[in-house]
């Protein structure tokens, strides 16, 4: 990851969606969030998990993600209706009371 220049997180995300394979990159936003995850609940009054578990969190969270990312989910049999607005029926004003 050469010529890194992040200046925020979202510098950071772009830098790593443009460098890394999607897989690898899916991998980074995970670990990002645990840690994130992680400091927010200190900041709230727990304790801070051991490293170790925190690498446990990401690996049950990517297979996790990866389950139903792969799984296959049934499509719609009937599309859904697409309803055209209209003007109100003249006359008709909306009274609010």
């Known amino acids: 990851m050469s010529n890194l220049h992040a200046h925020d997180l979202s510098e950071l995300l772009i830098h790593l969606a443009k460098n890394l394979s999607k897989s690898d990159f899916e991998t980074w936003c995970i ?23 925190i ?17 296959k989910l049934p499509l719609e049999k009937h599309p859904q209706q697409t ?14 009371r």
Do not use: T
């Open 31 to 53: 670990v990002l969030w645990v840690i994130w995850h992680n400091r927010n609940s200190v900041v709230h009054g727990k304790e801070s998990k051991p490293p170790p578990l």
């Open 55 to 71: 690498l446990e969190d990401v690996e049950r969270w990517i297979n996790k993600f990866k389950s139903l990312h792969c799984s």
């Open 83 to 96: 309803f055209k607005w209209g003007p109100p029926i003249c006359r008709e004003i909306k009274n609010e």
